[in-house]
């Protein structure tokens, strides 16, 4: 089978290497556009930052030409991918897909996976591609599926924002984080949000390979210290010592991150909802804000006091606003 790779980093590496590893033929997308040669793939895997989606779709178009016959795997963290490339090659072509295997690099750019996770898959079109399924079992990695990609790609969102944006805010690591009294409770409410959003655009939370994400809704419903402390836990031993994503990106100084996928999208799926969600409001405001003016970092590094009276201004302002009366 020939599988074309639109993203070479880590996850891009690592799921192109598992499929070579079984017999298949991979070419990885050249970074310039200018570069990319038609190849007549039969699977094709975008696993570039959801801000590049859009550039990915180029790559594609002349890859693999205006209406491919390829599978299209999203290998994506963050919401709307699926649907741009939906409109730019039809939803039958699109499978989309969340991977829970930790992935990093090493120092030469080779993948290095974690142990535990796997991958699910759920087509977003009308057809099932349980071909795409079966490909991937044969590498050994768990696979599950799922019959609604929107559950599945908003189950992936609830945990990739959990101590993410935070941490990214305040310049500190996961285990640091939960010390912090009122700025850790800024997650359980990150929490509520998201369910509450999900509920109203019914949305119904699935368990991906690995994290029982509807667990991890369920802990918003307990009494505020029960829930305080589990949620404590879970982060201190899932995460505690690894710089999340939003975080890293933060110290490499890049100008654009994933915020707007992963909080920004639960913001303003709450707007369309008339749901109110000050945490994710403010959370994707600054990261973008430090993301594009480094120099206001200094204004939240390890100060939690400037984060809380942030997001307690916006759920003021919220209130007041007619729109949520």
């Known amino acids: 089978m020939k599988v074309y790779v639109v993203g070479a980093g880590a996850v891009g590496r690592y799921l192109g290497e598992l499929l070579r590893g079984t017999g298949n033929d991979v070419v990885y997308a050249p970074r310039d ?4 040669e038609p190849f007549a793939a039969d699977l094709a895997i975008v696993a570039v930052k959801a801000y590049d989606t859009a550039g990915a779709i180029e790559t594609l178009r002349r890859a693999l030409g205006a209406q491919p016959s390829a599978a299209i795997v999203t290998a994506q963290n963050g919401v709307g991918n699926e649907e741009a490339l ?6 039958d072509a699109i499978v989309a897909c969340a991977l829970t295997v930790p992935v990093d690099t090493d120092r030469d750019g080779k993948p290095l996976a974690a142990n535990g996770g796997g991958i699910a898959f759920a087509p977003v079109g009308a057809i099932a591609h349980n071909w795409v399924l079966a490909t991937f079992g044969a590498t050994g990695l768990p696979v599950t599926a799922a019959a609604d990609y929107r559950a599945l790609k908003w189950s992936k969102l609830a945990l ?3 101590a993410n944006a935070s ?10 984080l939960v010390h912090f009294g009122d700025a850790f409770e800024l997650e359980l409410r990150q929490i509520r949000e998201v369910r509450a959003v999900m509920r109203a655009l019914g ?5 991906l390979p690995r ?22 836990n879970r982060i201190a031993g899932a995460r505690g010592r690894k710089p999340p994503s939003l975080l890293l990106d933060l110290r490499a100084m890049r100008n654009r991150t994933e915020v707007d996928f ?28 430090i993301a594009h003016m480094p120099q206001l970092w200094a204004k939240y590094r390890e100060r939690p006091d ?8 916006e759920t003021a302002r919220m209130e007041r606003a007619p729109a949520f009366r």
């Open 33 to 36: 556009l200018a570069s990319v």
């Open 86 to 91: 939906a409109e730019a090659f039809g939803a």
């Open 160 to 162: 990739n924002v959990v």
């Open 167 to 176: 941490c990214a805010i305040l310049n500190v690591l996961p285990e640091r």
């Open 203 to 207: 949305i119904a939370p699935i368990d």
């Open 211 to 232: 994290y029982p994400v509807r667990a991890l809704q369920s802990i918003a419903s307990l009494p505020a210290p029960i829930a305080r402390a589990i949620l404590a």
């Open 262 to 289: 992963l909080n920004g999208a639960v913001a303003r799926a709450a707007r369309t909802a008339g749901v109110k969600a000050p945490v994710n409001t403010v959370f994707a405001r600054i990261v973008s804000d």
């Open 306 to 313: 400037a984060l809380v009276a942030e997001v307690e201004a």
